[in-house]
T-cell receptor, first 112, second 112 residues
Framework: AQSVTQPDIHITVSEGASLELRCNYS??????LFWYVQSPGQGLQLLLK??????LVQGIKGFEAEFKRSQSSFNLRKPSVHWSDAAEYFC??????????FGKGTRLHILP | DARVTQTPRHKVTEMGQEVTMRCQPI?????VFWYRQTMMQGLELLAY????????DSGMPKDRFSAEMPDATLATLKIQPSEPRDSAVYFC??????????FGQGTRLTVV
């Protein structure tokens, strides 16, 4: 069965600190993977995507993610967070039949 | 700037009433998704369409929910009769095959 797991419901980091949000997927074939961000009262915005090729992908707002097949992971990173990064982050995977399935999300809190 | 448009943005209705939510996908996109977001369940895929044909609506309660695409510029999600447990934010998203989905701003539904 297809699933996406985001083990951390909440993460708190200080402004300027580095960030890593975890995502694990279960899927037999090479997955298509996404990270989205949702600010309060807004829809979801795509941060980055992985389809194939280079396993380190760059996204908007200074985010990057690394696909690791051996660990079935697609973790999101940012070297230095800003207060405006406080939001909810969703990892998603495309199933073979082109459904996009989302994890439960990780809410990021930023300490001043 | 192409975007997915959802109407209404907010809807408050009484239990038992019919609710219709509308979505205008991005022109040229051939895939439309309906998601429901709640605190408890996160983002649930209710249904999705390819070239206006329903591919999967297994996530929808069949007895009260229905989704249609009368034409390529309009997708609708209806609830009849509505119940308090249907209170949630409903998102429409559109995209192409095996690419990311672009989300609308959502319809916040409150059933009292």
């Amino acid at each position: 069965a297809q699933s996406v797991t985001q083990p951390d419901i909440h993460i708190t980091v200080s402004e300027g600190a580095s960030l890593e949000l975890r995502c694990n997927y279960s899927y037999g074939a090479t997955p298509y993977l996404f990270w989205y961000v949702q600010s309060p009262g807004q829809g979801l915005q795509l941060l980055l995507k992985y389809f194939s090729g280079d396993t380190l992908v760059q996204g908007i707002k200074g985010f990057e993610a690394e696909f690791k097949r051996s660990q079935s992971s697609f973790n999101l990173r940012k070297p230095s967070v800003h207060w405006s990064d406080a939001a909810e982050y969703f990892c998603a995977v495309v199933k073979g039949d082109d459904k996009i399935i989302f994890g439960k999300g990780t809410r990021l809190h930023i300490l001043p | 700037d192409a975007r997915v448009t959802q109407t209404p943005r907010h809807k408050v209705t009484e239990m038992g009433q019919e609710v219709t939510m509308r979505c205008q996908p991005i022109l040229g996109h051939n895939t439309v998704f309906w998601y429901r977001q709640t605190m408890m369940q996160g983002l649930e895929l209710l249904a999705y369409f390819r070239n206006r044909a329903p591919l999967d609506d297994s996530g929808m309660p069949k007895d009260r929910f229905s989704a249609e695409m009368p034409d390529a510029t309009l997708a609708t999600l209806k609830i009849q009769p509505s119940e308090p447990r249907d209170s949630a934010v409903y998102f429409c998203a559109s995209g192409l095959i095996y690419t990311e989905a672009f989300f609308g701003q959502g319809t916040r539904l409150t059933v009292v």
